[in-house]
């Protein structure tokens, strides 16, 4: 059964960076198979996705926050991180990663989800 | 970016009734639909995927319709464990996966 375990500080300063990491177990970030997720949802809103990791290295980002996000992996440790820079009120939000898999359908399924983390910014 | 619209927003039911939830995406996604429940304080957890495919261990009560902008998902015999905010999810347009507003599900 794969798991997922954020991690990282739950207060941050406004124009700060936020850093969170993702602990994996039975799985492997490095896998071909499966794209590794960040996810956010802000007090009472919808789901937005911020960003993904897969093959080792390979990102892609939400065009929204593209020019502040950077996920990065650590094969070594199994983990995936997010920073995001520059942070605002609006960036408080409960903080999942997730893993993605493509099914027999083609369609892609969030089929594994951390726990979450709240982080909220301010002063 | 594709845009997801859930109906309603919250809705109020008994244990035992049957309810559905509508999801209409701002352009065609053919069956790249997916249905998730969240309840407070957790993840959310995967229903239903590709339209209408019960995920593993999903109780056979949840069931998905729909193909192209309009899409439903229905629970057959409400239990007390199913209320809980419910989101649709498109991966047509991938990676720029998008999610509904969600939809409020609560006891009567």
């Known amino acids: 059964q794969v798991q997922l375990q954020e991690s990282g500080p739950g207060l941050v300063k406004p124009s700060q960076t936020l850093s969170l990491t993702c602990t994996v177990s039975?799985?492997?970030?490095?896998?071909?198979?499966?794209?590794w997720n960040w996810i956010r949802q802000p007090a009472g809103k919808e789901l937005e996705w911020i960003g993904r990791i897969y093959n080792g290295g390979s990102t892609n980002y939400n065009p929204s926050l593209e020019s502040r996000v950077t996920i990065s992996g650590d094969t070594s440790k199994n983990q995936f991180s997010l920073k995001l820079t520059s942070v605002i009120a609006a960036d408080t939000a409960v903080y999942y990663c997730a893993r993605t898999a493509h099914t027999i359908f083609g369609v892609v399924t969030f089929d594994f989800w951390g726990q979450g983390i709240l982080v909220t910014v301010s002063s | 970016d594709i845009q997801m619209t859930q109906s309603p927003s919250s809705l109020s039911a008994s244990v035992g009734d049957r309810v559905t939830i509508t999801c209409r995406s701002s352009q065609n996604i053919n069956i790249y639909l997916n249905w998730y429940q969240q309840k407070p304080g957790k993840a959310p957890k995967l229903l239903i995927y590709a339209a209408s495919r019960l995920q593993s261990g999903v109780p056979s009560r949840f069931s998905g319709s729909g193909s192209g902008t309009d899409f439903t998902l229905t629970i057959s015999r409400l239990q007390p464990e199913d209320f809980a905010t419910y989101y649709c999810?498109?991966?047509?347009?991938?990676?720029?996966?998008?999610f509904g507003q969600g939809t409020k599900l609560e006891i009567k």
């Open positions: 039975g799985g492997s970030v490095s896998s071909g198979n499966y794209y």
């Open positions: 999810q498109q991966s047509y347009s991938t990676p720029l996966y998008t």
